[in-house]
């Protein structure tokens, strides 16, 4: 019952992250760099502080006592995603959103799942446990699914394409090198998390319990930040927008420049919660807690295109497009139930 109790956090998380962008629709006369550094200072530094002082037991002496090696590689770490994310953003412009969505995420899946294992050289240990042909499989049957998801997501910006006659700036050569950087560097993540455990170790000797994994998004997310903010300040100094943070068009629009910033921190606050299940979750997954990342991956391609779904971003698709999603969509499903059956049988096997 852990297990499933675990997915259905994961899938909580996966939810808040899949429709956490959508806001950005609605604000007003703001770049990318303003409106990306304004939700990442919510969701990378304010938010995980907050949360850890919430549900952390003496906060201050468990950051006194965690090691600081532990810190440092989570900060490090963090900042590698930081990078990855924003390879992701500029990926974007060159394969489209699905494309990107597709080889990004597929690697970021397979990658943040199996590096920490491989890593501590446990990766051949777990595969002669009893369930772990089952988890492995639901890894590879993911990763396939979300390929055919990009696949389906392709079609439909081409049929769009075509419907609107629209020009496309598709240049694989340019948009691949981007998408296999931030791929792996988004997979890196799952290993800041990992790396970051021993400072969770310590939070669990003060109650932490359930919420230990909160204390390490105070390091991993403060990286991410770290070099979000580098990216996002050059733009600002090439760009000129600065004062986009007290104006907008040029003159006070105080009801439209609090509009933005509440959006901004709307979408911080669902990016941030998908960490905060996640940590609710990875702690119930039982044997095989490595494929917490390729669970939440998985979800997050799942709900996402559900959304596009509810959102009519389908329309106008052919009906081969379709059929294409369907088939993703239910490999994706697959994928989990195989993911969870996994996890159940290697639980039940440690008792």
């Given at each position: 019952?852990?297990?499933?109790?675990?997915?259905?956090?994961h899938?909580?998380?996966?939810?808040?992250?899949?429709s956490?962008?959508?806001?950005?629709?609605?604000?007003?006369?703001?770049?990318?760099?303003?409106?990306?550094?304004?939700?990442a200072?919510?969701?990378?530094?304010?938010?995980?502080?907050?949360?850890?002082?919430?549900t952390?037991?003496q906060?201050?002496?468990?950051?006194?006592e965690?090691?600081?090696?532990?810190?440092?590689?989570?900060?490090?770490?963090g900042?590698?995603y930081?990078?990855?994310g924003t390879?992701?953003?500029?990926?974007?412009r060159?394969?489209g959103?699905?494309?990107?969505?597709a080889?990004?995420v597929?690697?970021s899946s397979?990658?943040?799942?199996l590096?920490?294992?491989?890593?501590?050289?446990?990766?051949?240990m777990?595969?002669?446990?009893?369930?772990?042909?089952?988890?492995?499989s639901?890894v590879?049957i993911?990763?396939?699914?979300?390929?055919?998801?990009?696949?389906?997501?392709?079609?439909?910006?081409?049929?769009l394409e075509?419907?609107?006659?629209?020009?496309?700036?598709?240049?694989?050569?340019?948009?691949l090198?981007?998408?296999?950087?931030?791929?792996i560097?988004?997979g890196?993540?799952?290993?800041?998390?990992?790396?970051?455990?021993?400072?969770?170790?310590?939070?669990v000797?003060?109650?932490?319990g359930?919420?230990?994994?909160?204390?390490?998004?105070i390091?991993?997310n403060?990286?991410?930040?770290?070099?979000?903010?580098?990216?996002?300040?050059?733009?600002h100094?090439?760009?000129?927008?600065f004062?986009?943070?007290?104006?907008?068009?040029?003159?006070?629009?105080?009801?439209?420049?609090s509009?933005n910033?509440?959006l901004?921190f709307?979408?911080?606050?669902?990016?941030?919660?998908?960490?905060?299940?996640?940590g609710?979750?990875?702690?119930?997954?039982?044997?095989y807690?490595?494929s917490?990342?390729?669970?939440?991956?998985?979800?997050?391609?799942?709900?996402?295109?559900?959304?596009?779904?509810?959102?009519?971003?389908?329309m106008?698709?052919k009906r081969?497009t379709k059929?294409?999603?369907?088939l993703a969509?239910?490999?994706?499903?697959?994928?989990i139930l195989?993911l969870?059956?996994?996890?159940?049988?290697?639980t039940?096997?440690?008792?």
């Amino acid at each position: 019952m852990s297990v499933i109790n675990g997915v259905l956090f994961h899938a909580i998380g996966a939810s808040a992250a899949s429709s956490c962008y959508t806001p950005q629709k609605k604000t007003q006369s703001w770049s990318w760099q303003t409106y990306w550094l304004a939700q990442a200072f919510v969701c990378w530094l304010l938010l995980p502080v907050i949360g850890a002082w919430i549900t952390i037991p003496q906060l201050w002496q468990v950051i006194l006592e965690a090691p600081k090696d532990a810190m440092y590689k989570s900060f490090i770490l963090g900042a590698a995603y930081g990078i990855g994310g924003t390879a992701f953003g500029l990926a974007i412009r060159y394969v489209g959103f699905s494309l990107n969505y597709a080889i990004a995420v597929g690697i970021s899946s397979v990658v943040g799942t199996l590096l920490p294992p491989l890593v501590h050289g446990e990766l051949g240990m777990i595969l002669n446990k009893t369930g772990s042909g089952w988890v492995m499989s639901g890894v590879a049957i993911g990763a396939l699914g979300i390929a055919i998801c990009g696949l389906a997501g392709r079609l439909k910006e081409k049929d769009l394409e075509i419907n609107k006659n629209l020009s496309s700036s598709f240049s694989l050569a340019k948009g691949l090198p981007l998408c296999l950087l931030a791929g792996i560097l988004s997979g890196v993540y799952g290993f800041a998390l990992d790396q970051g455990q021993p400072i969770a170790d310590v939070a669990v000797k003060y109650g932490a319990g359930r919420f230990q994994g909160n204390i390490i998004y105070i390091f991993s997310n403060a990286g991410a930040f770290f070099s979000t903010a580098i990216y996002c300040m050059y733009l600002h100094v090439k760009q000129n927008t600065f004062g986009e943070y007290k104006k907008i068009l040029g003159n006070e629009k105080s009801f439209a420049l609090s509009l933005n910033y509440l959006l901004a921190f709307l979408t911080g606050l669902m990016w941030y919660s998908q960490f905060f299940f996640y940590g609710l979750g990875h702690t119930l997954m039982g044997a095989y807690k490595f494929s917490s990342w390729a669970v939440h991956m998985i979800l997050l391609v799942l709900f996402s295109s559900i959304v596009g779904l509810v959102l009519k971003e389908w329309m106008g698709g052919k009906r081969r497009t379709k059929w294409v999603l369907a088939l993703a969509l239910t490999i994706l499903i697959l994928s989990i139930l195989i993911l969870t059956y996994g996890n159940y049988l290697g639980t039940e096997s440690a008792l």
